[in-house]
């Protein structure tokens, strides 16, 4: 089995954790894994928000999957197209990690207590636009480079706190860096968030039986819920939404949020219901705050 993934830290150990998995699965397994260099990691200048925007962290990662050099492309769900081109399917899901956002600062400082124009360093549009609506009076400022680059950055005094996934960072060993975990109520994360995504090639039977059988099934549910509200919302990885699914025995709950990049405006909304019906639930929430204007927020990003 070989696994295509990003060269990160991170993302080899999303792709080492699969090797477990399926290893655990299969003791005799034979698991390779497949180095590629995104277009997100390539270029580490420009912002997020403007660098193509579509798939900058998975295309490459997934097209060694669809050439054939790689059978299982392993992602942060976080960064893959809510749909995927038509010779591919997500075939797979590790168990959840945590949700929440984490704030690096000053050891103890919690966003409330930052100072009046501190600056505020992210290189997320939903993370920004949430830093604006709870505090307008910090200078949030735009970072790139993977986690470890970004710790660098901010020790370096180039910001006077990040704002970062919270898995991320203890999967990296690095969560004494954290000054708060901070609240899905008020910090709704990013569609997808600490979940590891596995995708194949649709008619690759064998590597999609192996995939399912590593996938838990909580959390492909909520997967599924968050990824069908950006899709119905026609949103990205990287505009100002949220999508936050629970799954309780039976029971879905989604909470869906779109902002305007300035934090001024912002639209929430819940809904809930069987997970058996977890894209359905995605769908309607999306429809709901679509009503609402929030296609406006989303294209309004977009222009900028």
């Given amino acids: 089995m070989r696994l295509s993934t990003r060269k990160s830290a991170l993302a080899l150990w999303q792709a080492e954790t699969t090797a477990d998995f399926l290893r655990g699965v299969d003791p005799q397994a034979e698991v390779e894994l497949v180095g590629i260099t995104s277009k997100g990691d390539a270029d580490r200048v420009q912002p997020l928000s403007r660098l193509g925007r579509i798939g900058v962290f998975t295309v490459e990662v997934d097209r060694a999957v669809q050439d054939g050099s790689a059978d299982l492309a392993v992602h942060s769900l976080k960064d893959m197209l809510t749909t995927l081109d038509p010779d591919l399917v997500l075939a797979g899901v590790l168990p959840r990690g945590p949700v929440e956002d984490a704030l690096v600062a000053a050891p103890g400082m919690k966003l409330v207590d930052l100072p009046r124009g501190a600056r505020l360093a992210t290189g997320s549009l939903r993370r920004a ?6 505090r307008p009076d910090l200078e ?11 710790l660098e950055k901010w020790r370096g005094g180039e910001a006077d706190a990040l704002i970062l996934a919270r898995a991320g960072l203890e999967r990296l060993g690095l969560d004494e860096a954290i000054s708060e975990v901070l609240d899905v109520r008020r910090f709704v994360p990013a569609v997808g968030q600490g979940i590891v995504g596995l995708v194949c090639r649709a008619d690759d039977e ?30 990205g990885c990287n505009v100002p939404a949220a999508g936050h699914a629970r799954v309780v025995e039976n029971a879905l709950t ?24 977890a894209e359905a639930l ?12 929030a296609g406006e927020l989303i294209a309004a990003a977009r222009e900028l």
Wanted: proline share 0%; glycine share 10%.
């Fill in 140 to 150: 949030v400022v735009d970072i790139r480079g993977n986690v470890e680059t970004r």
């Fill in 254 to 277: 989604l909470t869906g949020r779109v902002m305007s990049v300035d934090g001024s405006e912002v639209l929430e909304d819940s809904i809930g219901g069987s997970r058996d019906e």
């Fill in 206 to 235: 064998a590597t999609r039986r192996r995939a399912a059988a590593i996938s838990d099934l909580e959390t492909m549910d909520e997967a599924l819920a968050e990824r069908a509200f950006l899709r119905a919302l026609r949103g």
């Fill in 129 to 134: 636009a949430t830093a604006r609506s709870l």
């Fill in 282 to 293: 995605g769908e309607r929430l999306a429809a709901q705050l679509a009503a609402r204007g």
